[in-house]
């Protein structure tokens, strides 16, 4: 049985960038197949794990996809410029190394820019734009790109490598939402006397639009749902307590809105489930959210609408190839899960 860390760990360190999630359904399908009865893919690469049972039928979500980058076009020279594969800052993006994940196997580049050598005075005072970047993979030029594999769609990620820091902490690339994927994965394989039908659902393209998200719940239809996903904190330093009064190492998060109520408004049932759940052992936080959206956005609209809950791990630096997370709070996000499912037939 793989443990929590080294579980995130290969998760973290493996390569899937939206459209091209392949890798990771990979060792997700490994991981889960000794705890469900039944896996398929869908036409969309969603990977859906089911563990049959009766009433309720609960779908459980987390999305595998991380943001990356596209090789728009390879110039005369053999530099590689690029659009963004989700939500990035652009200035996290300079001077990273990166992997290109061609047909030929991967290729290790460079995010390069006019070096401030080169720069006006103005000009290093400003933020520098990804469309003013380009990678730097070794090519001489066009002809000798399209040798080495880097062409027009290549998908790219980037290359950083899972750490431990202090005490219970880690740092990772992809923990958005690769932590979510380990949750859901840890809470089947504890769960207990659950009476519920439960379909583990995970999903492809959230980072560009929810997508996976959207039709696997269409198809699935189930009568409640949770998403995971990862949470940014307010305790360090560049963030007040008011824009996230989340933090670190106080368990996980629990979801009342988020996106100033026009991502998901969670039902009150939902919140009571999961605050029973949780009873007196597992400590959780409260979020109300200005920010970002989650799967639950796309999967509570999904036909006449399905109460959904989101359980949010408390995360540093989110969109980083450094995030940081705490693994008690991972371990407290799983086992809250697994405990709600074993009560969802009191609820729904």
Request: contains cysteine; charged residues 25%; hydrophobic residues 40%.
């Amino acid at each position: 049985m793989t443990d929590m860390k080294t579980l995130l760990e290969r998760l973290s360190n493996a390569h899937g960038v939206s459209g091209y999630e392949g890798n990771i359904r990979q060792i997700i399908e490994e991981e889960v197949k000794p705890y469900v009865d039944e896996i398929k893919t869908d036409r969309m690469g969603n990977l859906i794990a089911t563990k049959n049972g009766g009433s309720p039928i609960v779908m459980l979500a987390a999305h595998m996809d991380e943001i990356g980058l596209m090789i728009k076009y390879v110039d005369d020279k053999g530099f590689a410029r690029f659009t963004k594969t989700g939500g990035w800052f652009d200035q996290t993006l300079l001077n990273q190394r990166m992997i290109l994940h061609t047909e030929n196997g991967p290729i290790y580049g460079v995010l390069g820019s006019k070096p401030p050598h080169a720069m006006k005075e103005e000009d290093k005072n400003k933020v520098v734009k990804a469309e003013d970047m380009f990678i730097d993979f070794g090519a001489s030029s066009k002809e000798d790109a399209d040798k080495i594999g880097v062409k027009t769609g290549t998908p790219v990620t980037s290359d950083a490598e899972f750490k431990s820091l202090g005490n219970d902490r880690v740092t990772g690339k992809a923990f958005d939402n690769r932590a979510g994927c380990v949750m859901l994965i840890e809470a089947l394989k504890q769960m207990k006397d659950v009476k519920a039908t439960v379909h583990a659902v995970f999903t492809v393209q959230e980072e560009v639009g929810l997508k996976g998200a959207k039709t696997s719940a269409f198809r699935l239809n189930p009568d409640v749902a949770l998403a995971t996903d990862v949470t940014i904190t307010g305790d360090h330093p560049g963030i007040d307590k008011k824009d996230s009064a989340i933090e670190m190492g106080k368990g996980p998060s629990v979801t009342v809105s988020d996106a100033d109520g026009r991502g998901i408004i969670v039902p009150e049932p939902v919140l009571n489930w999961l605050k029973e759940a949780a009873g007196t052992n597992i400590p959780y936080q409260l979020e109300v959210g200005s920010g970002g959206t989650t799967d639950a956005s796309a999967i509570h609209l999904t036909k006449e609408g399905i109460p959904t809950g989101v359980i949010s791990m408390p995360t540093r630096y989110i969109h980083t190839p450094v995030s940081v997370l705490s693994m008690s709070d991972l371990e407290k996000s799983a086992e809250l899960i697994a405990r709600a499912l074993e009560i969802v037939d009191k609820f729904f």
